[in-house]
């Protein structure tokens, strides 16, 4: 079922990422083997258990462990793209927030001297 669960921790550390910026200009950080290879086993629960995404991103891993790249699929550019923008959007309304609450406190310091 799960292909990368032979690896040993020697296989993860042999492996070298290329691209790594364009991995973190979609994802936001670095890829990291060993977590993407914990990760899939505490989703698949020690590789025990059938699960669709967990069986994917084995597939995937395994691609990069024997050095065959594989391009992202567009829908995950153009999601990641808009998660981007939706976090952007998120980030701008809650430094606006802390810029208003800077201003109420300011105001009430200026009332109480």
């Given at each position: 079922?799960?292909?990368?669960?032979?690896?040993?921790?020697?296989?993860?550390?042999?492996?070298?990422?290329?691209?790594?910026?364009?991995?973190?200009?979609?994802?936001?950080?670095?890829?990291?083997?060993?977590?993407?290879?914990?990760?899939?086993?505490?989703?698949s629960k020690g590789f025990s258990v059938k699960d669709t995404e967990a069986e994917e991103a084995d597939r995937l891993l395994m691609r990069?462990?024997?050095?065959?790249?594989?391009?992202?699929?567009?829908?995950?550019?153009?999601?990641?793209?808009?998660?981007?923008?939706?976090?952007?959007?998120?980030?701008?309304?809650?430094?606006?927030?802390?810029?208003?609450?800077?201003?109420?406190?300011?105001?009430?310091?200026?009332?109480?001297?």
């Open positions: 079922m799960y292909t990368i669960q032979d690896l040993k921790p020697e296989d993860l550390e042999k492996v070298d990422i290329k691209n790594q910026d364009i991995i973190k200009q979609y994802v936001g950080s670095e890829l990291n083997v060993k977590e993407a290879f914990q990760i899939i086993k505490e989703t990069i462990v024997q050095g065959k790249s594989e391009p992202l699929p567009k829908p995950i550019k153009e999601k990641q793209k808009k998660l981007s923008k939706e976090a952007i959007r998120i980030r701008q309304q809650q430094q606006a927030s802390e810029l208003a609450l800077l201003e109420l406190e300011l105001e009430l310091e200026r009332q109480s001297a």
